[in-house]
């Protein structure tokens, strides 16, 4: 009785839009008409949950970086039973100012899921902490930073006893 709600043929009711449909069978046996009706309703498709079901992300952290994801899909489930993976329209929450494993939350469609990432504090360590260092002779001193890569800043507390550059100490007074 509402076409633009339910359509049906051959008994396959099809569903249009948002709404209430009465879907009516009939026959006429010996000169009398019999009939039955269906009230239906249709309702939206709605997202009932999601899933990360795959996704390359950036593996080392440090306190106060940016999450770096590479890719993802994530799989929506609906209430008409349809699955569907998506790979943006995405949000993520997370907190990186602490060390340790975070939980990162990958929200759509007012659902979520997570998964897990180590967060690392930032550090360096000198090849020497102590040394003697002969008069006017230079001495190269190594820097391991976490995370890798990132650029020393050399400085040396008194120049007038000795002066560093790019790791090269040289000996004053």
Not at 34 to 40: F, L, P, Q, R
Not at 131 to 148: C, G, H, M, N
């Amino acid at each position: 009785n509402n076409e633009s709600v339910a359509t049906v043929a051959n008994g396959v009711v099809t569903a249009k839009a948002e709404g209430e449909a009465t879907i009516t069978a009939s026959f006429t046996y010996n000169g009398i008409s019999y009939k039955a009706e269906s009230a239906i309703t249709v309702i939206p498709i709605l997202i009932t949950g999601i899933e990360i079901t795959d996704i390359d992300v950036k593996e080392e952290y440090y306190i106060d970086d940016e999450l770096v994801i590479n890719d993802i899909s994530i799989t929506v489930t609906y209430n008409n039973g349809n699955t569907e993976t998506v790979t943006d329209g995405y949000d993520t929450s997370y907190d990186f100012s602490t060390a340790g494993t975070k939980t990162v939350t990958v929200s759509y469609g007012g659902f979520s899921d997570t998964f897990e990432v180590n967060v690392e504090t930032p550090s360096i360590t000198l090849s020497d902490n102590e040394k003697i260092v002969i008069l006017d002779k230079t001495y190269r001193i190594s820097a391991d930073t976490l995370p890798e890569g990132v650029d020393v800043v050399w400085e040396s507390e008194d120049e007038n006893i000795a002066t560093v550059e790019d790791g090269v100490v040289t000996a004053k007074a």
